[in-house]
């Protein structure tokens, strides 16, 4: 069966600090991923998603950035945090082909809370 | 504005009620996906439809869509403490399905 990690679950760092959030996911090939971020009052919002190796699209314009060095390894970043990035952020996979055609569902990590100070 | 519009914002109800959630949209959908979240937790998936009219059920919960497939409703019957969290719905708009977008959430208390 597949699975997704998501670490660290917890993290408090300084305004300015640098951020490495990271996401495996296993049992599946080729998976699309997401990183979503939910803030208070504000929902659920789609942050980047991938397709495929080095393939990252952006869907907000932001102080953070995504990597996918390896198939099932996606890698949320920022070289300098500002107090607005706090949130809590889930990593996601959904199978190739995407979700409405093949009936899937995207599935979700256990999220990593982020409190910049 | 939010694309995704749900109701209530919170809810609060007494053990063995029941109760409905909306999910709202202003443009058609391909799919329409419940999920279920505990506070700082990640999201569950519950049910997806598809079909205009399709409904879905599992254990006390049940899902419609409407036949524009625009709207859909959650309702959960003689509500339990575990029912209690936070439910989202989530819109594919594509077709091809790579992206979901998602309302912003009905808080959900059950109090015995």
């Known amino acids: 069966s597949q699975t997704i990690h998501q670490w660290p679950a917890t993290l408090v760092q300084p305004v300015g600090s640098p951020l490495s959030l990271e996401c495996t996911v296993e049992g599946t090939s080729n998976p699309n991923l997401y990183w979503y971020r939910q803030a208070a009052g504000r929902g659920l919002q789609l942050l980047f998603y991938s397709v495929g190796i080095g393939q990252i699209s952006s869907e907000v314009p932001q102080n953070l950035s995504a990597s996918r060095p390896q198939d099932r390894q996606f890698i949320l970043s920022s070289k300098k945090l500002l107090l607005s990035d706090s949130g809590f952020y889930l990593c996601?996979?959904?199978?190739?082909?995407?979700?409405?055609?093949?009936?899937?569902?995207?599935?979700f990590g256990e999220g990593s809370w982020l409190t910049v100070v | 504005s939010q694309e995704l519009e749900q109701s209530p914002q919170s809810l609060i109800v007494q053990e063995g009620k029941n109760l409905t959630i909306n999910c709202t949209s202003s443009k058609t959908l391909y799919g329409l996906y419940w999920y279920k979240q505990k506070y700082g937790e990640g999201l569950i998936f519950l049910m997806m439809?598809?079909?205009?009219?399709e409904e879905k059920s599992h254990e006390k919960i049940t899902a419609k869509l409407d036949e524009k497939k625009q709207q859909s409703s959650l309702h959960i019957t003689a509500s339990q403490p575990s029912h209690a969290g936070i439910y989202l719905c989530g819109a594919d708009r594509s077709g091809t399905a790579s992206k979901l977008t998602f309302g912003t959430g009905t808080r959900l208390q059950v109090t015995l």
């Open positions: 439809l598809q079909k205009g009219g």
């Open positions: 996601a996979w959904g199978p190739l082909g995407g979700t409405g055609v093949s009936g899937n569902t995207i599935y």
